[in-house]
């Protein structure tokens, strides 16, 4: 991955596994405008290194926050700052948030979301763009905007594919505060966990499963999953047709079943 100095995360690897850290335990990490633009910049290095392929290429993206909190939305100093922009301002400030979301979002790696502590309001958004969840039972979650007199209006393109309407207009409109097994009952989770111990172990135990797939098929995967909410059912069976056809017909295709076939292990597997 192309090195980049960054203030507000941090970046770093580990053999196969990219682990990007918010870093500003001061504020509960979170965000301001500088943070999302390291995150917009920590996504398109990501990215680069997929789409370079070989040995760079990491094969799960583990996201998770430094000290106690996992994020814990907006920057009250951000947000104070923005009671002074334009509307049109405001409006550009939401669509870089929500292209952060949706870069995270389309990362070809799989993401794993490490929730270490609190995940409020923005961070409702991060955790919905991440493909697994692990979480510690104690957290707190909640959709807090509404105690703002907001709304959360550009995480929601992301929430509502996880947790449905049903969910929303409850969690929504209340801005009540839940622990990680609702969390869970909602979607939002998968895993909750009891300690720090056995938050890390469900992790590691994620990032193995990942390693004996190829990493060229879970992108594949990831795409499908994506496309497929948008698409009527006519054109969801023609794309899907479409892209088992030329996974099939792929080098990691033909390596996986020539490998399952042959009885041994596949080139991604060592």
């Known amino acids: 991955m192309t090195a980049i100095s960054f203030t507000r995360i941090r970046l770093d690897r580990a053999g196969d596994v990219a682990r990007l850290t918010l870093a500003r335990p001061d504020v509960r990490n979170a965000f301001d405008d500088v943070l999302i633009g390291e995150l917009i910049d920590a996504c398109a ?43 049109e301002e405001n409006e550009a400030d939401a ?17 794993i979301a490490r929730v270490n502590g609190a995940c409020l309001g923005g961070g409702m958004g991060l955790i919905s763009c991440c493909d697994m ?31 449905g309407a049903a969910a929303a207009r409850r969690y929504f409109l209340t801005g009540e505060i839940f622990k990680g097994p609702v969390a869970r009952e909602l979607g939002l989770v998968h895993e909750v966990v009891s300690d720090i111990a ?7 135990s994620l990032v193995e499963a990942l390693r004996g797939n190829g990493p060229n098929a879970v992108a594949a995967a990831k ?48």
Do not use: Y
Not at 134 to 152: K, M, N, Q, S, Y
Not at 237 to 247: F, K, P, Y
């Open 133 to 163: 969840v692990v979480a510690l039972e104690a957290a707190d979650f909640g959709f807090t905007e509404v105690r703002l007199g907001i709304a959360p209006a550009v995480i929601s393109t992301f929430v509502l594919p996880k947790v």
């Open 223 to 270: 795409r499908l999953i994506r496309e497929g909410l948008a698409l009527t059912r006519d054109e969801s069976i023609e794309h899907t047709a479409r892209a088992i056809a030329g996974l099939r017909a792929s080098p990691e295709g033909q390596e996986g079943l020539g490998a399952f076939l042959e009885k041994r292990r596949p080139s991604w597997k060592r």
């Open 95 to 111: 669509r870089r948030f929500a292209g952060m979301l949706r870069g995270l979002d389309e990362l070809p790696i799989p993401t």
């Open 198 to 204: 056995a938050l890390d172990a469900a992790v590691d």
């Open 45 to 87: 290095s990501l990215r680069a290194a997929a789409a370079a392929g070989g040995g760079d290429a990491p094969r799960a993206v583990v996201i998770t926050g430094e000290g106690t909190a996992f994020c814990a939305g907006a920057d009250m100093n951000w947000m104070k700052r923005s009671v002074r922009f334009t509307h």
